[in-house]
């Protein structure tokens, strides 16, 4: 599968944005997908992740009340709804996919498996202005 991101920019402290993530593939249902965040020279941090069904989702205590997660299987996207951004929150954005054909991975809104994801979008960036 392949993954575009966008809806990154400018925005000021307070703001919002909303992240899109658009896929390739007929197979996008049987995918778990992730946001990922990264600063220059940091690891990649999971934000949020929503099953291939929908029914569950996982944040980072960092966004968790601010962020939201959704997807639409039918438009093969997913989606990442930032309010009350901090300038914490600036960062690259990734979005990515991870295989699970039978619907195997369960996790909680706090609690995430140390799956791997196998496919990555190119990034798009946020920038938070105080």
């Known amino acids: 599968v392949q993954l575009q991101a966008s809806g990154g920019g400018l925005v000021q402290a307070g703001g919002s944005l909303r992240l899109s993530c658009a896929a390739s593939?007929?197979?996008?249902?049987?995918?778990?997908m992730g946001w990922f965040r990264q600063a220059p020279g940091n690891e990649r941090e999971l934000v949020a992740a929503?099953?291939?069904?929908?029914?569950?989702?996982y944040y980072a205590d960092s966004v968790k009340g601010r962020f939201t997660i959704s997807r639409d299987n039918a438009k093969n996207t997913v989606y990442l709804q930032m309010n009350s951004l901090k300038p914490e929150d600036t960062f690259v954005y990734y979005c990515?996919?991870?295989?699970?054909?039978?619907?195997?991975?369960?996790?909680?809104?706090?609690?995430?498996?140390?799956?791997?994801?196998?496919?990555w979008g190119q990034g798009t960036e946020v920038t938070v202005s105080s």
């Open positions: 929503i099953s291939w069904s929908g029914d569950s989702t």
């Open positions: 990515a996919a991870s295989y699970d054909a039978v619907g195997a991975v369960t996790f909680t809104d706090a609690s995430f498996p140390p799956i791997e994801f196998h496919y």
């Open positions: 593939g007929r197979t996008f249902s049987k995918y778990v």
